[in-house]
């Protein structure tokens, strides 16, 4: 399972990189408007920075919402640094640019997914990744890794190679969860991550360790 970080924060991306373990990076405009990074060049640099710390892919989102928008944002965010993804939402214009990017070779994610039949659009479009949104779906009481199942199931049924990217993840069970399904990346902030390092048998079993190796030196 791949691990993305969600966030535009490049200390918490620093971090991250740091374990040793991470794979990438999505972001969105409001992460971007968190951060306070306005107005297209900072924007564009703030992606180029992402990628310079981080050795994996970099999902960069367009902000265009028809054809010709989308492809014209998408070609300038894929030729600003190697490991950029281009974002796009799903609707029919974003499902069109997909496809023209995929024919293209340049790599996609198609986000704001929240139903299994926008998932196989993604896919038959020829998506790098499909990003499902577990929290914002359980926020609104509709059982999230139950879509990410459905995917799953969909499209190994047909042998569709789009990656499963759970996103909107918000604690490490949604992490949990999607690994036992079988997501093939899950995108969360710092919190998820690191919070799986945390348990307090490790923290008592260490410190038994420390304090018996001081006894006998
Ligand atoms: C996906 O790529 C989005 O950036 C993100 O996961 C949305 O998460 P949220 O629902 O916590 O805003």
């Known amino acids: 399972m791949k691990f993305f970080i969600d966030t535009a924060n490049l200390d918490d991306i620093a971090e991250a990189q740091a374990l040793g373990i991470l794979d990438g990076v999505t972001t969105n405009p409001s992460l971007m408007a ?41 070609e ?25 990017f995929s024919d293209k070779g340049i790599r996609t994610n198609v986000t704001l997914v ?55 993840i918000r604690h490490t069970m949604h992490v949990i969860d999607c690994a036992k399904i079988g997501s093939d990346v899950m995108t969360g902030p710092l919190s998820s991550i690191t919070g799986l390092l945390k348990h307090p048998l490790t923290d008592i079993g260490l410190a038994k360790f420390l304090a018996d190796y001081k006894k006998g030196n």
């Open 34 to 74: 968190k951060e306070g990074i306005t107005g297209e060049e900072n924007i564009l640099n703030h992606y180029k920075k992402i990628c310079e710390i981080v050795d994996g892919d970099v999902s960069a989102e367009v902000i265009s919402t028809d054809f010709d928008g989308m492809v014209k944002e998408g």
């Open 76 to 100: 300038a965010l894929a030729s600003l640094h190697p490991q950029i993804v281009v974002k796009l939402p799903l609707i029919a214009d974003g499902i069109k640019a997909c496809k023209y």
């Open 114 to 168: 929240f139903s299994a039949g926008q998932a196989l659009l993604a896919a038959k479009a020829g998506a790098t990744y499909v990003s499902p949104f577990l929290g914002r779906l359980d926020d609104i009481s509709t059982d999230g890794l139950n879509l990410i199942a459905e995917i799953r199931q969909i499209y190994d049924n047909y042998g569709f190679e789009t990656q499963i990217l759970a996103a909107s």
